[in-house]
Structure formats: C-alpha cells, structure tokens
Nanobody
Framework: QVQLVESGGGLVQPGGSLRLSCAASGRRIFSYDSMGWYRQAPGKQRELVAV???????NVIDSVKGRFTISRDNAKNTIYLQMNSLKPEDTAVYYC?????????WGQGTQLTVSS
C-alpha cells in the first residue's frame, strides 16, 4: 500500500508561483513506472497536467508548457510540481498519482486558486 499526501496549494495572484508537493509513504516512488499531477476544475473532467517516468522523462500538457515543471526527489520520496506565471484558468484541485505493476494510487488533492 502507498499513501500519497499533497500539500502546497492555496490562493495566489495571477502571475504568481507556487510549488506543490506529494509525499509518498509505504513504498519507494522510483519503483513505479509513472508519477503524475492531475487537476480537476469545477464542472470539468480531471486532466493530466504533468508526468514523470521512472527514468526521469517528463512531459506536460500544452497549456502549462513553459510554466509548470514536474520533478521528484527519490531520497525524500516526494514528487513536486513547480508552477510559475499562474493564470486564473489554472484554478483547480490538484492530485498526484503514481502507477506501476505494484498498483495505482491517488492522493486526496490540494486546492489551488488563482485570483486577484
């Protein structure tokens, strides 16, 4: 079993920055094939925002390219999402997820609100 706990969400003004963290316990994250951040805005479907593979290859969706960066710290067993130049349309609940042969786990989510 793996437990994922997100933190770092909050209220930020447009143009601001924030870093989300996803701390994993129960198993080492590097043993999983894929680690990612998803978001769900009110009235919309949950969407993949950024993903990092076990080999360290990253990918982000076009709407956040150049603004968001996903990374991980194997020693801390934590995944991060650095978000810069935030826009109101980035407002959503952000979830982390890890997937692999050992299972598929989600965190509980953290709210990001971008507003002046």
């Amino acid at each position: 079993q793996v437990q994922l706990v997100e933190s770092g969400g909050g209220l930020v003004q447009p143009g601001g920055s924030l870093r989300l963290s996803c701390a994993a316990s129960g198993r080492r994250i590097f043993s999983y094939d894929s680690m990612g951040w998803y978001r769900q805005a009110p009235g919309k479907q949950r969407e993949l925002v950024a993903v990092i593979s076990s080999g360290g290859v990253t990918n982000v969706i076009d709407s956040v390219k150049g603004r968001f960066t996903i990374s991980r710290d194997n020693a801390k067993n934590t995944i991060y999402l650095q978000m810069n130049s935030l826009k109101p349309e980035d407002t959503a609940v952000y979830y982390c997820r890890i997937r692999g042969s050992a299972g598929d786990y989600w965190g509980q989510g953290t709210q990001l609100t971008v507003s002046s």
